[in-house]
């Protein structure tokens, strides 16, 4: 069992939560996951590592309740059954930073996705990179960590759909304006915007690396889900990535991919609904 030391909201749909996992934490990379369960009989759920402490052994994750079992998640306070980790291969440029200490790097990163950026642009900021972020959601209340991101990169730029913080529009618009100041793109959030970034990207010759997390299930390469295409060969992104070169995935495929289990997540998070409720009466 792992302790959970809060569990909190930060947005509509969106929790932070911090828990005791000194053995998680004392290896981990920014890029790589974990997977927790809430209970013993609860799904898998693999999560982007968002921060640690390694001195006190803390591990932070941020998630979005898109489910059944992310809203299991959002109701424990005390303890979850399991954590394993870290998993996956941490970011290419936390991994090797002497190879990239005269590169120009933007992240690009929507909603949910800060998460997983924040602790690449934290360490980055700390081995002495300047790295700029854009950072886009569909309102101002969705945009989450402000002031930690803003703490660690060298600027932010802000893109909101409807126009109630930062520059009217997608982060492709604010990308594209500003597209020559950089050697690296890293692009992380919902596999839609990835693609329109990747897109962009290629135009102009932008090294772009992506994130397949938002394909990840079980977390292990037994269940398949998260399996994508790139450069025309089968990768898993929970044993290959998360990370892949990002003009060289198969955007179309992960999509569709994505939306095959729809109608049956949706039955499943109304049955999950009926459950807590029952237990909270």
């Known amino acids: 069992m792992y302790k959970v030391l809060y569990n ?14 000194p053995l998680v934490v004392k290896k981990a990379m920014p890029g790589q996951f974990v997977i927790v369960m809430g209970h013993s009989e609860s799904e ?16 932070y994750l941020i998630y979005q309740v898109v489910g059944a079992s992310t809203l299991e998640l ?9 954590v394993t980790g870290p998993l996956g291969n941490a970011n ?33 900021h700390d081995h002495g990179f300047n790295v700029d972020v854009i950072y886009g959601s569909r309102s101002e209340d969705l945009l989450l960590i402000r002031d930690k991101i803003e703490s660690v990169a060298n600027k932010v730029m802000y893109a909101t759909d409807d126009g109630s913080f930062g ?20 692009t992380i959030g ?13 135009k102009y010759n932008l090294k772009t690396i992506v994130s397949m997390n938002p394909l990840m299930v079980d977390g292990s390469g037994m269940c398949g889900a998260c399996r994508c295409e790139v450069d025309g060969k089968p ?26 289990y729809k109608e049956e997540e949706k039955v499943k998070l109304e049955e999950m609904k009926e459950e807590l409720s029952i237990k909270e009466n």
Not at 190 to 202: A, F, G, R, S
Request: proline fraction near 5%; aromatic fraction near 10%; charge should be negative.
């Open 74 to 82: 959002s109701h424990i306070t005390d303890e979850l059954f399991a």
């Open 235 to 260: 990768k898993f992104a929970c044993i290959h990535g998360p990370e892949f070169d990002g003009h060289k995935v198969n955007f179309d495929l992960a999509l569709k991919r994505m939306n095959v």
């Open 167 to 186: 520059t009217k529009g997608f982060v492709t618009n604010i990308l594209e304006e500003h597209i020559n100041d950089y050697d690296i793109c890293v």
């Open 8 to 21: 909190k909201k930060i947005s509509s749909n969106s929790f932070e939560m911090a828990l005791e996992a």
């Open 44 to 59: 898998r759920i693999p999560l982007t590592i968002y921060d640690y402490d390694k001195e006190k052994g803390i591990l």
């Open 190 to 202: 919902p596999v839609i915007m990835m693609k329109n970034v990747c897109e962009l990207t290629k």
């Open 92 to 124: 290419e440029i936390c991994a090797n930073p002497d190879e990239f200490k005269d590169k120009k790097i933007v992240y690009v990163a929507g909603g949910v996705g800060i998460a997983p950026v924040y602790p690449q642009v934290k360490y980055l």
